[in-house]
């Protein structure tokens, strides 16, 4: 299969309470991501980018329309733990989702579910802690960490479980600059080593560093395309409440004072060239 | 009514094992009508600062003068410091609990002992500071609302104690991109609104403190840094990046411009001011970088 | 003081203790508790004092950090303490106003006084050389057999093992709760009982609907980590009775058998 994850016509409603009625977070999604790719998807709170992430790990079934990750139907009982097994996640709360009061034994949470033999659970824990950077506190409890550092371990403890493909949940909603560049950079390793990466995010700079960006926007898909062809539509970004980068704002004002500038610049690099063209 | 801080120190778990230094030696004035924005990486001590300031910690050496009043004396009444300075901690939505909207930003004033109907006068008043419909919402309970909705009714919270200082520890975290712009705009508005009323913001985004801060302080491991104009900390970018942190995005592109020989202001905090800068650079030709830019005043 | 509470916190560490097998650990300190109980004279309790103290040396784990753990029930010893202190009849030492302290008295009073302190501290060291997994995963197979009976063992294990991880996090959200009231103007130090137990509401409400929330995140999490029960999982770190686990098997019988000789004999 070319495609990782593959969504047909999806629509997903959240029932009604006694204080909310029920709404669609999706409609009529019809989504594909191709394996070792990088995805961002970005839209604002409200967009349904949570409830996509939950359907991609059978979390979440679709109301209506087809999830399919590694070949497998999400709503087929038999194969969930094979949905699971290839579609990692994680989550927004680097505390909430860390069961083990020992960073090791968090780690190996994933491969015990799966039944996998103690030597082998050994070698991934070890593997995957050292993937991450974090084997210096492997008997450490996670709670004296940072939340960089907690995140790194949960991004370990879903590398342990060896899926094709890692959903990333605003991982670094909660972290100072610091957590947030440590993250990152180990999903751009993760992709390089081939893992399938999808993160959600509302970061551009973030967002920038993927092959491919959707932007989601009441539960449909509002636009997709490069990083590049993204950014520059500045008057969408503005339009959907998302941040315009620097460079394709400050490219739009000099525009309009009358400065003329190439095209479609959208990395700082391309507009101090263009400002002040090396000799 | 200015603040002053002279020479705190405070050392958690003293004369145990894990005795560490959150402060050391601190002192720094911020004036009467001032937004102070507060920098520094995690562990730099700047929570512990916030927290002596609303009198939650006292100093082990020291003191900090509100006015005239030391709140680190003693007998002091912290009920009195409360009156002046309003704290909102990170994730404030956390700590709602009552039953209603209404009762819930009550919960301060309350507390202040202020007459019923002062009480109602405030709440009213700062939930509609905050955006929300006080008709709409104030018998609703605060779980029925979303994330950024809980977090303005927990903010109205603590604005209805109308603090002469107010004091907030990274309100725009976890925040989508729309949700970040109006709670800084918020706390604009509130800043204009209350003469003389000092704001302090903690925040690891710089482009926020370049351009909504009168003056930044920079904490590294539990001292003061530096202490100066945004213009004046963020040129210092070298320094900066040694404790580990960042320079905002434009400031950072004004001294790439520079070393290209374009010569803009380092006080241009904001998309407009940098393109009208580099617009008169570029329509008066370049410049020879040993001469002065146009730099506005 | 909320620092202080050691309990159920890990001390890493590589005595010998840390390195026995978690079943018979469980199984000793389950067995020191109940000898604790039936110890009715000085020598037997000597005794107890003495395998404590041998106990805590081998385990390398700092005294102060096991007295530490104390402090927070101090009231519940010293209220015990003297409870017992005024409710025997015996030979009297001292009479203040009606209430009379007998030897028997002060004897009963000092014994449970020392049965609270030395069970505390058996149980902290169990907790300080053992890790939560280590202990849950023990706890699990001790319980084992009575699966077959239905009594939920995995389950009960998980529980515990997800309850103890998650209480310095708790303790960490009781305390910003309180800061955040305090910044309000609550106040929780004055008032009369009655007032100070309304002013638990704004701690209480919010710190209950945290604990849901963290259950709600960590639920999605371990399913997403294909958590199903029990059945059909393993254990990265496997559990042998070594020698020195049959070594201190034999201690404890001894242990054991000593005391009681000595409870029938005096």
Known sequence: MDDIVRMEHVTFTYPATDVKESFNALNDLTLSIEKGSFVAIIGQNGSGKSTMAKLVNALLLPGEGTVWVNGYDTRDEAHLWDVRQSAGMVFQ???????????????????????VEPAEIRRRVDEALEAVGMSAFKRNAPHLLSGGQKQRIAIAGAIAMRPQCIVFDEPTAMLDPRGRKEVMRIIRQLHEEGITCILITHFMEEAAQADRIVILNDGRIYMDGTPREIFTDRDSLMALGLNVPMAVDLSYHLHDLGIQLPAGIVEEEELIEALCPSK | MSIEVRNITHIYNKGLPQESVALKDVSFTVEDGEFLGIIGHTGSGKSTLLQHLDGLLKPDEGQILIGDVDITAPKVSLLAVRRQIGLVFQYPEYQLFDETVAADVAFGPRNLGLEQEEIDERVRES??????????????????????????????????MRPRVLILDEPTAGLDPRAHRDVLNMIR????????????????????????????????????????????????????REIGLDIPDLADLAEKLETRGLHVPKDAFTIPEMAQAIARQLRGGKTDPAAEGGEDA | MIRDITLGQYYPGDSILHRLDPRIKILATLAYIILLFIVN??????????????????????????????????????????????????????????????????????????????????????????????????????????????????????????????????????????????????????????????????????????????????????????????????????????????????????????????????
Not at chain 2, 213 to 227: E, F, I, S
């Open chain 3, 41 to 266: 004279e000085w020598i037997g309790f000597a005794a107890c004092f003495v395998f404590l103290a041998v106990e805590v040396a081998l385990s390398k784990v700092p005294l102060s950090y096991i007295l530490r753990g104390l402090k927070v029930i101090f009231l519940v010893i010293l209220f015990t303490f003297v409870l017992n202190l005024f409710m025997y009849d015996g030979e009297v030492l001292v009479r203040i106003w009606k209430l009379t302290i007998t030897d028997q008295g002060l004897k009963r009073a000092l014994f449970m006084a020392g049965r609270l302190i030395l069970l505390i501290i058996s149980s902290s060291i169990l907790t300080f050389t053992t890790t939560p997994i280590q202990l849950t995963n023990g706890l699990e197979r001790l319980m084992k057999p009575l699966s077959k009976i239905g009594v939920p063992s995995h389950e009960i294990a998980m529980m515990m093992s997800i309850a103890l991880r998650f209480i310095p996090t708790l303790l960490d959200e009781t305390d910003k709760i309180m800061k955040a009231q305090q910044a309000r103007g609550a106040d929780f130090e004055s008032g009369n009982i009655l007032h100070r137990a309304k002013q638990m509401i704004p701690i209480l409400v919010p710190l209950f609907i945290s604990a849901f929330r963290i259950a709600q995140d960590m639920a999605l999490a371990m399913e997403a980590r294909c958590y199903h029960g029990g059945q059909g999982r393993t254990s990265m770190t496997e559990m042998r009775f070594r020698t020195r686990d049959y070594i201190t098997a034999v201690i404890l019988l001894l242990f054991a058998a000593g005391i009681i000789t000595l409870r029938v004999l005096i």
């Open chain 2, 127 to 160: 939930l509609s500071m905050v955006g929300l419909d006080y008709d709409k919402i104030k018998d609703k309970s605060p779980f029925d609302f979303s994330g950024g909705q809980k977090r303005r009714i927990a903010m109205a919270g603590v604005l209805a």
């Open chain 2, 189 to 240: 508005t509130y800043h204009k609104s209350q003469a003389d009323s000092i704001i302090i913001l903690v925040s690891h985004n710089m482009n926020d403190i370049a351009e909504y801060a009168d003056k930044v302080l920079v904490m590294d491991k539990g001292q003061v840094r530096m202490h100066g104009t945004p213009k004046e900390v963020f040129a210092r970018s070298a320094e900066l």
């Open chain 1, 93 to 115: 709360n680097p505390d909430n989702q860390i069961v083990s009061s020992i960073v090791e034994d968090d780690v190996a949470f994933g491969p015990e579910n799966l039944g």
